[in-house]
């Protein structure tokens, strides 16, 4: 049986509805935080995330939802 990578390297997951909903598994921080912008910190990347109206709902030890209009999502080293 083979595992996903998201559980044997801890690589960040990413599911969307829409350009308006957005939940993350296996995040480690949260580095920007406002209704522009939020930028987080996983494993291996920076995932920056921009648009309008950007909201956490809800978030615990390793998975996040977030809302807004979602207009880019970047990945950064």
């Known amino acids: 049986m083979e ?6 390297e801890g690589a960040c997951k990413l599911s969307m509805i829409g350009n308006n909903r957005l939940w993350l598994e ?4 949260i580095q ?3 209704d522009r ?3 987080l910190q996983t494993r291996k ?3 920056r995330i921009q648009g ?7 978030y615990g030890a390793v998975e996040m ?3 807004g209009l979602i207009q880019s999502i970047v990945f950064e080293e």
């Open 3 to 8: 595992l996903a990578k998201d559980v044997t």
């Open 26 to 29: 296996n995040y480690e921080s």
């Open 32 to 34: 920007i935080y406002n």
């Open 37 to 39: 912008e939020i930028l």
């Open 45 to 47: 990347h920076r995932i």
């Open 52 to 58: 309008d109206h950007l909201r956490i709902e809800s």
């Open 65 to 67: 939802k977030v809302s």
